[in-house]
């Protein structure tokens, strides 16, 4: 009986992986520019560490988490994020007794919430995101921000908003937090489960609910704003106003809280304009007691994590389906007997040697099939090797983009290859412009 992949995961092959690598590559770049370096933390961590922080009125905790006891009886989780982990490496290895804050780390891998699988939502999903932890600038919010718009920027993914809100401080969040008690109270009996639950835990949990009727009394809430202390009104026009001199425009939304507890203060999400058909690309915001609840010191962060499926997503609707970085073998030889597949496995072995990516037949075809075969490779050129070649000692080299077909003294072929391999790309080059 064949097994079927765990529901909520996916394979990703061939070129849908290149696609993925090319945008784990944009990603990693752009984060080594902003000066982040490399994180890689365990896919398990104790379940405790996500309760804290995460937090328990979080939808992840509540309801996604995968959560088991190992063979010593310790209750482990698969991360669901990956800023828990990042916290939790920076006290257990003493990161952050440096002197040298703020700690910059970007991180890319799985992650794991059993959520109901639907478009850009799955079970096991891949995140890109950076954490910065040890400064209170305003500047190092925008920094974030500014580092996830050049993401999608790279990517070609323009048509984007910023939304964007403050949580405000410890002050503000009180005052506001009794303020939506009041007020929901007096509907609360016409709202979901879910709400209720909220109102008791985290009313502003409320905020995030995605029932349309729920959503009608949400609109009629009180708003953050009209809450924020003077410290965190001016630290948030600060964002928006550097933002805009960084060319970033921003949506103010007031009932942006997003979904994770550890936040206060500037929370931002990138959603697409036109549709919103897979939720957001990528969010984060500022958390000013997370390292402390985790054990460590009084140090605040600011991160944003992407979905690379959503990524993923948006980058081939906005390129048509286009793969990036297909990237094809150099040369795909081709051979009709059993002699002439020999003699091209001993010119494979030669070619490869010397740097260059090589395909060949190990099974007799005809040569129509072979071409066939080499084009969905995307292989750059077909090298023939038939009677007449392998009696001159020679190559027929064809060059499947513009067609052309050459004759190749087989001793010269790394001289020549190099050449005819650059003609090949400053010909693709001139074609894209
Ligand atoms: P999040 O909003 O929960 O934030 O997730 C970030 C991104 O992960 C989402 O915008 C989405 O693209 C992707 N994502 C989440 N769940 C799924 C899913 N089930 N399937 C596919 N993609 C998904 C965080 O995780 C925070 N750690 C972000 C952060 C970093 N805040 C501060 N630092």
Aim: hydrophobic share 35%; aromatic share 10%.
């Amino acid at each position: 009986m064949a097994i079927n992949p765990v529901k909520g995961t996916h394979d990703i092959i061939a070129d849908e992986a290149n696609t993925y690598s090319g945008i784990e590559y944009d990603c990693r770049i752009l984060a080594e520019l902003f000066g982040y370096s490399e994180i890689r933390t365990p896919i398990i961590e104790h379940t405790p560490l996500f309760l804290r922080s995460v937090g328990e009125s979080s939808d992840i905790v509540t309801k996604e988490m995968y959560t088991f006891d190992d063979k010593g009886g310790r209750s482990l989780t698969l991360r669901p994020e990956m800023t828990a982990g990042v916290m939790r490496s920076v006290v257990s290895n003493k990161l952050y007794a440096t002197n040298d804050l703020p700690l910059k780390y970007f991180y890319i891998g799985p992650c794991f919430r059993y959520e109901r699988p639907q478009a850009g939502r799955y079970r096991q999903f891949h995140q890109f995101g950076v954490e910065a932890i040890g400064s209170t600038s305003y500047l190092q919010d925008v920094e974030v921000i500014t580092l996830g718009k050049r993401v999608l920027d790279s990517l070609g993914i323009d048509k984007v908003k910023v939304l964007i809100n403050s949580l405000g401080d410890e002050e503000s969040r009180e005052n506001y937090r009794a303020a939506l008690k009041e007020y929901f109270s007096k509907h609360i009996d016409c709202m979901c489960e879910d709400c209720k639950r909220r109102l008791e835990v985290n009313p502003l949990r409320i905020l995030d609910c995605k029932v349309p009727e729920d959503r009608k009394i949400i609109e009629g809430a009180p708003k953050i704003h009209d809450y924020l202390s003077d410290v965190a009104r001016g630290h948030f026009d600060n964002v928006v106003d550097m933002l805009k001199k960084v060319g970033i425009d921003v949506e103010i939304d007031d009932t942006l809280v997003r979904g994770l507890d550890y936040y206060t203060g500037i929370v931002f999400e990138y959603h697409m304009n036109d549709s919103d058909d897979v939720g957001a690309i990528g969010g984060g915001g500022h958390y000013k007691n997370l390292l402390k609840e985790v054990g460590g010191p009084d140090l605040e962060g600011v991160g944003l994590s992407f979905g690379i499926e959503r990524l993923y997503y948006v980058y081939n609707k906005v390129n048509a389906g286009e793969e990036m970085f297909v990237n094809g073998p150099d040369f795909y030889l081709m051979g009709m007997d059993a002699h002439a597949i020999e003699l091209n496995f001993t010119l494979a072995n030669i070619l490869r040697m010397n740097g260059y990516a090589v395909e060949m037949n190990y099974e007799n075809k005809s040569f129509k099939s072979l071409f066939k075969i080499a084009e969905h490779k995307h292989s750059k050129f077909a090298i023939i090797v038939g009677e007449d070649e392998i009696r001159n000692g020679t190559l027929t080299v064809k060059n499947l983009n513009t067609q052309e077909q050459t004759t190749v003294k087989t001793d010269d072929m790394l001289l020549v290859f190099k050449s005819m391999l650059e003609d090949y790309m400053r010909d693709l080059r001139k074609e894209a412009k």
